[in-house]
């Protein structure tokens, strides 16, 4: 059986990033623990003003792992409340996001790359693109810059984590 294009170069990379940034708050929440700082510190903690919170990045992160999946797979999309406040709540999010696209099975993509997807990102605002454009120019992008800027957070705030601990396991 050959596996989609669509598939390869979505569910392992999703995996991937997820399982390492699992294993970076981790660690996060180990450093708060020895220096001794309440972790909603980290949580909460910025790259600029007008950035999003580590939190929100994180949860940004598996809202895009979640609706690229089950877009290009052809189901639907997961709603999740968005109401996380520990590492913990995070680690559940990520644990539920990973259950969910190892779900989805290969041949639910077989077709996708032609496949119209329809984004609105913005009242009235409506995009059309195909699953190839989809993901390889906008959802892949996304989901990389939400996981990188997390990674940034921690890293800018004395966390002891270099590229392999962004890399994880691959």
Do not use: C, W
């Amino acid at each position: 059986m050959t596996i989609p294009y669509m598939y390869k170069t979505s569910i392992p990379i999703f995996k991937q990033l997820l399982n390492s940034l699992s294993a970076i708050l981790t660690k996060a929440e180990t450093y708060a623990a020895e220096k001794k700082f309440e972790p909603i510190v980290l949580l909460n903690a910025r790259l600029y003003p007008d950035m999003f919170s580590l939190l929100r990045q994180v949860q940004v992160a598996t809202d895009f792992a979640k609706s690229v999946s089950a877009r290009l797979a052809g189901v639907e999309v997961p709603v999740y409340e968005d109401n996380e406040q520990t590492f913990s709540d995070l680690q559940v999010r990520i644990n539920k996001t990973l259950k969910f696209i190892e779900s989805l099975v290969p041949t639910q993509f077989e077709g996708s790359e032609t496949r119209e997807i329809v984004l609105r990102p913005g009242t009235p605002k409506e995009k059309k693109l195909s699953g190839h454009n989809y993901l390889n120019n906008y959802g892949l992008p996304q989901f990389f810059f939400h996981v990188t800027t997390a990674y940034a957070i921690l890293r800018h705030n004395g966390l002891a984590v270099g590229k392999g601990d962004f890399m994880g396991n691959f």
